[in-house]
Structure formats: structure tokens, C-alpha cells
């Protein structure tokens, strides 16, 4: 299955339109957004996840295995406070052992060839969207399954996310039968 389009993705920024500053906008409740990115060490946790399962996929490996080998996927860059590294390394593995210990998890996983980290570019109403999709399982000629993983508390934005990456995957693979899984891990389960 190759994608439809091999041209080099489009890497012009995407429109910004400018704020407005019209008096009404200015309100004080108007001038900070909500801030719906969770804490840098929760997104980290989940690169981490990513990361363990792009290098050993559903592994065997014992916890303090999985623990150690986190330590050595963090990169220097991405310490920011030493004293939470334990946790933030112990939430990781309890993340990857919560997604490895899901029956319906490993069978999606498993079900044919994997592809990691899968990068695009698109336009979804007029506006540019870039991305990266944790991991494209191909089941069968011309057929997908888009996996996202998340972990720390569901979002709604999370499903959304989910829906424009599988529209931009069928928009990448006309013809395919693309579907999609949002995976949340937990401290000690995994759901679809």
C-alpha cells in the first residue's frame, strides 16, 4: 500500500490570521487562552510511551526493564526538573505495561505490518494541518487501522484529534479502508 501522493510535503507556515483587537475582544476573560495543554512531564510520559513502544513494541520485558530502558530514551534536552525524572519515568512504564497488558490492544498491534511515527501534511477546510500519527497498522492490502495513543485523563479533543487524523489518512490512501482507535493508558488498564 503506498500513499497516493509522494510530492515533497507542503512546509509554507500555516494562515495566521491576527488577533482581534477590537474593544469588545479585550475583555480581561478574552485575554488569556484556557491552557488545555497538560503539564510538560505528562506529554513527555507520553513520548516516552511512544517511544517504548516504536523500539520493543508489546514486549515481555519486566518492569524495571521497561523502567530502565525509558531512562535511556529521555533525552537531556527534555529534563527540565531532575527531581520528578522517577516519576515521570515510573508513569511511563506503568502507561506501557497498562497498553502491553490490553488482549484488544495487542491484537490491533499485532494484526499486520507497523508503521510508526507517520508524518503528513493536509488541508482540512482550508486550513493546513500537519501531524503525526503514533502508529498505522497495515491489517491487509489496502486496508489500515490508525492507532493513537494517549495517555493521563480522556479529552474530548482527543477523539477530534482522532477523526482529522483518519481524515488525513484517506486523503493520504485513497481506496484504503482506513479505521481508527483512540487508546488511552492508565496507571493500571488500557481502553479503546
Same mark, same amino acid.
Given at each position: 500500500?503506498?500513499?497516493?501522493?509522494?510530492? %515533497?510535503?507542503?512546509?509554507? /507556515? +500555516?494562515?495566521?490570521?491576527? /488577533?482581534?483587537?477590537?474593544?469588545?475582544?479585550?475583555?480581561?476573560?478574552?485575554?488569556? %487562552?484556557?491552557?488545555?495543554? +497538560?503539564? @510538560?512531564?505528562?506529554?513527555?510520559? =507520553?513520548?516516552?510511551?511512544?517511544?517504548?513502544? *516504536?523500539?520493543?513494541?508489546?514486549?515481555?520485558?519486566? =518492569? $524495571?526493564?521497561?523502567?530502565?530502558?525509558?531512562? @535511556?530514551?529521555?533525552?537531556?534536552?527534555?529534563?527540565?526538573?531532575?527531581? =520528578?525524572?522517577?516519576?515521570?519515568?515510573?508513569?511511563?512504564?506503568?502507561?506501557?505495561?497498562?497498553?502491553?497488558?490490553?488482549?484488544?490492544?495487542?491484537?490491533?498491534? !499485532?494484526? &499486520?505490518?507497523?508503521?510508526? $511515527?507517520?508524518?503528513?501534511?493536509?488541508?482540512?477546510? =482550508?486550513?493546513?494541518?500537519?501531524?503525526?500519527?503514533?502508529?498505522?497498522?497495515?491489517?491487509?492490502?489496502?486496508?489500515?487501522?490508525?492507532?493513537?495513543?494517549?495517555? &493521563? @485523563?480522556?479529552?474530548?479533543?482527543?477523539?477530534? *484529534?482522532?477523526?482529522?487524523?483518519?481524515?488525513?489518512?484517506? *486523503?493520504?490512501?485513497?481506496?484504503? !479502508?482506513?479505521?481508527?482507535?483512540?487508546?488511552?493508558?492508565?496507571?493500571?488498564?488500557?481502553?479503546?
Amino acid at each position: 500500500l503506498e500513499p497516493a501522493n509522494l510530492e %515533497p510535503p507542503n512546509l509554507e /507556515p +500555516p494562515n495566521l490570521e491576527p /488577533p482581534n483587537l477590537e474593544p469588545a475582544n479585550l475583555e480581561p476573560a478574552n485575554l488569556e %487562552p484556557p491552557n488545555l495543554e +497538560p503539564p @510538560r512531564s505528562s506529554r513527555l510520559a =507520553g513520548t516516552l510511551v511512544h517511544r517504548l513502544l *516504536q523500539r520493543v513494541g508489546f514486549s515481555a520485558l519486566p =518492569g $524495571d526493564a521497561v523502567r530502565a530502558l525509558a531512562s @535511556r530514551l529521555v533525552r537531556p534536552d527534555e529534563i527540565d526538573d531532575l527531581d =520528578g525524572l522517577e516519576a515521570l519515568l515510573d508513569a511511563a512504564a506503568a502507561s506501557y505495561a497498562a497498553i502491553c497488558a490490553s488482549e484488544e490492544v495487542r491484537e490491533l498491534y !499485532s494484526a &499486520g505490518r507497523r508503521l510508526h $511515527d507517520v508524518p503528513f501534511t493536509t488541508t482540512v477546510e =482550508g486550513r493546513v494541518l500537519r501531524g503525526t500519527v503514533d502508529c498505522l497498522v497495515e491489517t491487509a492490502p489496502d486496508r489500515l487501522t490508525l492507532l493513537e495513543f494517549r495517555t &493521563g @485523563r480522556e479529552r474530548p479533543e482527543h477523539r477530534t *484529534q482522532g477523526d482529522l487524523y483518519l481524515q488525513a489518512m484517506r *486523503q493520504a490512501f485513497p481506496g484504503a !479502508s482506513i479505521d481508527a482507535r483512540v487508546i488511552h493508558a492508565f496507571d493500571d488498564f488500557a481502553r479503546i
